[in-house]
């Protein structure tokens, strides 16, 4: 089988992308050939020989007109050549190609994962042969096309570690830097943590702004850390690879999740992987954490310190052990892409 994969960036590099390059080397153990058209291309270095990645040359600068123009004369060139497509993250991609897989005759299957049903999302369903999503959070709209492939985390590269006592207590967000994932919450907990516990607290937070009132909310982050006193305890570490995130997962001995999107976030998972305890308000969280422990899930972030300080005294091991295998079971990225690869099949 051929396929085509259509997304936004291929980066191994990227903080926030770089998974993709993954989704891509394991896809590529399961067809014979994939072809990859990518808004955004980055560090590709090896990819496997049967990988063809083509951009639309966002890397060099930003311009619409020659990346409408670009992805048609791609899309054209390379629809016919293979059994089937697949859009990957934005909407657009998938609305994009839908005319040349129905002109073609080839099987569209579109990723979507977010709370939104927007109009964009019911086109996309109508347009696709097939809908796929990481969550039931994730797809709101009802649908008989859509199969729910969990998401795709490579354990390989997210390895578990066990965890022993230390005299400092390690936080870690890993998210773009938004209003929406709370990180001001994070960061008063994380002043009154540091009042009551024995422990030195450090809070590390991966990732970058986007918008501009993203950049805005970030010196909004840094004034209240120096108002709290907080310069030796958070660390802002900008943009952390892909493949650099499992020893920050490793070191920490709790992951925030306190996002607003009610959808089931990639990072929470890739830090369970790890083994790294997780603490969330994040609705879609709830079904997961709350078998393991309920000290996990968190209904209002009012809970948090009363929670932290139970978590910091069990005995954690087993516990990180069973995020680990809950990941493996249902996230495993090997699996996500021999069961996409069966919906292009049947």
Not at 134 to 154: N, Q, Y
Request: contains cysteine; aromatic residues 10%; charged residues 25%.
């Amino acid at each position: 089988m051929k396929l085509l994969m259509i997304t936004r960036k291929v980066d191994k590099d990227d903080g926030l992308a770089g998974f993709t390059y993954n989704w891509i080397k394991k896809l590529s153990k399961q067809v014979v050939g994939l072809n990859v058209i990518c808004l955004e291309k980055g560090n590709i270095e090896n990819l496997p020989a049967n990988v063809t990645v083509y951009s639309l040359g966002k890397e060099n600068g930003k311009n619409r007109f020659k990346e409408f123009w670009r992805f048609h004369y791609l899309s054209l060139k390379l629809v016919p050549k293979v059994d089937g497509v697949f859009a990957h993250q934005n909407p657009e991609y998938g609305l994009m190609v839908f005319a040349w897989t129905k002109i073609f005759g080839k099987t569209l299957i579109s990723w979507y994962t977010h709370k939104q049903v927007s109009f964009r999302l019911r086109f996309l369903n109508l347009v696709s042969n097939k809908m796929v999503s990481a969550s039931k959070e994730s797809f709101r709209l009802p649908s008989k096309k859509l199969t729910v492939l969990h998401h795709g985390i490579d354990t390989d590269q997210f390895t578990f570690k066990e965890r022993t006592n230390k005299d400092t207590f390690n936080i870690v967000n890993v998210s773009r830097i938004s209003a929406t994932k709370r990180i001001d919450t994070m960061i008063d907990i994380v002043a009154e943590l540091k009042n009551i516990l024995d422990k030195k607290i450090i809070f590390k937070i991966a990732g970058l702004p986007t918008l501009e009132k993203d950049k805005v909310f970030l010196q909004e982050l840094k004034n209240k850390i120096k108002n709290l006193n907080l310069e030796d305890n958070v660390e802002f570490l900008g943009s952390v690879p892909n493949d650099q995130t499992p020893a920050l997962f490793q070191e920490a001995d709790l992951f925030f999740n306190f996002s607003k999107t009610g959808s089931l976030d990639k990072t929470g998972l890739e830090a369970m992987s790890c083994g790294c305890l997780v603490l969330a308000s994040n609705e879609a969280f709830k079904d997961i954490l709350e078998p393991i422990n309920s000290l996990f899930f968190i209904d209002n972030t009012d809970q948090a310190i009363a929670n932290i300080k139970k978590i910091i005294d069990i005995d954690s091991n087993e516990l990180r052990l069973q995020l680990r295998k809950y990941v493996e079971q249902y996230h495993n990225l090997d699996h996500l892409t021999g069961e996409l690869v069966k919906l292009f099949e049947k």
